[in-house]
């Protein structure tokens, strides 16, 4: 157990949909990543907070959102959804400069 | 920019066979260098990991060497069991921190 929590682990919604991924780092991490896995592009680099700014951008479409709150804990936000954003999120934490820790990830299937 | 050439998969071995998972780097300075292991239906785990030139990062058998001469970062293992089965992946990520660059990943499987 990495100690980073993710929900929900599965989640099916429909074309045009929206919904909201949720995950809380390990104790004293102040850094949220998040990724996307899918079978043709492989492990993508989406968005960096730290301590609740936005750190790095990376490829994170403009239908996509995410923020991290006060007590650290983040979400990302899918609007808009297409087929092809069904793929497998995960979110890791971090202290600065050291190795990342990864949640179970969620699932996610457009339909 | 940056990135991580993994060897292509799948690669199936028989129990106690020696494992070799190649992996190379690009990178601008000098990136700390990751091993992550994803089992079937399971997130990433951290393997081992070396921060600079000439380390030997080692967990669970499996060991990789970050060597500068050739930007690589080999994994092995001297005897693989059936749990070893996963898909194994190599990373690096700037001096500075931040972002994961991950290799496309290498499927293992070991037969009894």
């Known amino acids: 157990d990495s100690g980073v929590t993710q929900t929900p682990k599965h989640l099916i919604t429909a074309t045009g949909q929206r919904v909201t991924l949720r995950c809380s780092p390990r104790?004293?991490?102040?850094?949220v990543y998040w990724y996307q896995q899918s079978l043709d592009q492989g492990l993508q680099f989406l968005i960096h907070?730290?301590?609740?700014?936005?750190?790095a951008k990376g490829n994170i479409l403009e239908r996509f959102s995410a923020q991290q709150f006060p007590d650290l804990h983040s979400e990302l936000n899918l609007s808009s959804l297409e087929l092809g954003d069904s793929a497998l999120y995960f979110c890791?934490?971090?202290?600065?400069?050291?190795?990342?820790?990864f949640g179970p990830g969620t699932r996610l299937t457009v339909t | 920019g940056n990135s991580v050439t993994q060897m292509e998969g799948p690669v199936t071995l028989s129990e106690e066979a020696f494992l070799t998972i190649n992996c190379t780097y690009t990178?601008?300075?000098?990136?700390?260098l990751f091993w992550y292991v994803q089992y079937p239906g399971e997130g990433l785990q951290l393997l081992l990991k070396?921060?600079?030139?000439?380390d030997k990062g080692s967990n669970k058998g499996f060991e990789a060497t970050y060597r500068k001469e050739t930007t690589s970062f080999h994994l092995e293992k001297g005897s693989v069991q059936v749990s070893d089965s996963a898909v194994y992946f190599c990373?690096?990520?700037?001096?500075?921190?931040?972002?994961?660059?991950f290799g496309q990943g290498t499927e293992l499987s070991v037969k009894p």
């Open positions: 070396a921060t600079k030139a000439d």
């Open positions: 990373a690096q990520v700037g001096y500075q921190g931040g972002k994961l660059i």
């Open positions: 104790s004293g991490d102040l850094s």
């Open positions: 907070y730290y301590n609740g700014e936005e750190r």
């Open positions: 890791a934490s971090s202290v600065p400069g050291r190795e990342q820790y």
């Open positions: 990178a601008t300075g000098y990136p700390s």
